[in-house]
């Protein structure tokens, strides 16, 4: 970690207290329920969105794509945080940051919400662009409400958007070598009527 992360975080969580709604919005962007609900039901929208019947397939296919690249994302970012122990910014600097969240206790590399919402905004870009544009900005907000909040540094926010979006592209490799069993299951699911 450099002086310089620091010195941003710092410069950047010294405006809280400043603007109290602003604070109160990045609370809520911060917050562990808001962003993952927004993801949740971008790709829910997703799943039931299409067209045409094969367009509908296509879609649901790649949701299930992005289910799985946001559980290997996770997994990703434990390996991570058993390998480098980066303590986040309250932790080393707690005397000259607000804290407008919560203190989690796991390491702070890369950082998973990103990570995730990163795998799931890159999950609804493939299928549509304009969509996915707008979850790629609800995942930068989410890193940056954080970045503000003086939970993370700028790299462990960079270091999430790079391991959701690389985690999608293996996931969506993989899904090659799954392709029989993706297709049964989004056929199986469809003949229940859950699709």
Known sequence: MTAFEAEIVIWLNGFSGSFKAFDDLMRIAASDYLMPLVFSLGMFGLWFSGN???ERVRYQVQMLVGIGALSIAN???W???????RARPFVEYG???NLLFYP???PSFPANPVA???AAS????VINRKFGWWMY???TLFGFSRLYAGVFYPTDIIGGALVGIAVYSFTTYLRRFLEPLVTTFVRLIRGLSAA
Do not use: C, R, S, Y
């Not at 390996?79 to 122990?85: E, G, P, R």
């Not at 890159?122 to 870009?125: E, K, L, N, Q």
């Open 122 to 125: 890159t999950a609804a870009w």
């Open 137 to 139: 900005a609800a995942a």
């Open 104 to 106: 989690p206790t796991d």
């Open 75 to 77: 997994v990703v970012v």
């Open 95 to 97: 005397d000259q940051l």
């Open 79 to 85: 390996l991570f945080n058993i390998t480098l122990d």
């Open 116 to 118: 995730v919402g990163f």
């Open 52 to 54: 045409a019947p094969a």
